[in-house]
């Protein structure tokens, strides 16, 4: 079965990069129909799709984020990475990382890492 | 952007009655693309249905996946999840969600269904 399990600091200072990287199982990060997903959900509050990633490195963000963002993957760990820069007290959040699985006809998201709680504080 | 609304914010059922979401888009989407989601509190979200009316498999391979009371419906701009008799694990917030445009993933506000 696939599981994603998102690690990182849990507190960042004002101004400074979160660093977060969600390792997986069960399934190949090569594997075709799978981006590889990161999304935010502050306190109390909805959903916030932040960016996706391919395999091959091809990504996709979330213009809100304004050039703060870099997702990467590692396919010799079965890895993918996010860091956002300069951020703020609007950046606390629980981060999580998941599986959009895309084809032709249909795209969801199956697969969810627990999720990691951030907050952004000096 | 495609934005999704969700009404009610809340619902109050108790154990046993049916509960009717909705989600509207604000312009037509394809069914396709809609997807919904269940999150209980402290929990990740879970996928419910994918397709607008397609019950998902369950995460892990012992998981037998999304019970049949749970069904979507709708095309264009409205869709629906029911829940044809609430069970007590059945109350969280849902979420519907629809992939494509731009930003392409977009998520509703979520509908707290919670125990009356």
């Known amino acids: 079965q696939v599981q994603l399990q998102e690690s990182g600091p849990g507190l960042v200072k004002p101004s400074e990069t979160l660093s977060l990287t969600c390792t997986v199982s069960?399934?190949?990060?090569?594997?075709?129909?799978?981006?590889w997903s990161w999304i935010r959900q502050h306190p109390g509050k909805g959903l916030e799709w932040i960016g996706s990633?391919?395999?091959?490195?091809?990504?996709d963000y979330n213009p809100s984020f304004k050039g703060r963002l870099a997702i990467s993957v590692d396919t010799s760990k079965n890895q993918f990475s996010l860091k956002l820069s300069s951020v703020t007290a609007a950046d606390t959040a629980t981060y999580y990382c998941?599986?959009?699985?895309?084809?032709?006809?249909?795209?969801?998201?199956?697969?969810w890492g627990r999720g990691t709680p951030v907050t952004v504080s000096s | 952007e495609i934005v999704l609304t969700q009404s009610p914010g809340t619902l109050s059922l108790s154990p046993g009655e049916r509960a009717t979401l909705s989600c509207r888009a604000s312009q037509s989407v394809s069914g396709s693309f809609l997807a919904w989601y269940q999150q209980r509190p402290g929990e990740a979200p879970r996928l419910l249905m994918f397709g607008s009316s397609s019950r998902a498999a369950g995460p892990f391979t012992r998981d037998t996946g999304i019970p049949d009371r749970f069904s979507g419906s709708g095309s264009g701009t409205d869709f629906t999840l029911s829940i044809s008799r609430l069970e007590p694990e059945d109350f969280g917030v849902y979420y519907c969600q629809h992939y494509g445009g731009s930003p392409p993933i977009t998520f509703g506000p979520g509908t707290k269904v919670e125990i009356k």
């Open positions: 998941a599986n959009l699985r895309k084809s032709l006809t249909a795209a969801s998201i199956p697969n």
């Open positions: 069960g399934v190949s990060i090569t594997s075709g129909g799978h981006y």
């Open positions: 990633i391919f395999y091959n490195g091809d990504t």
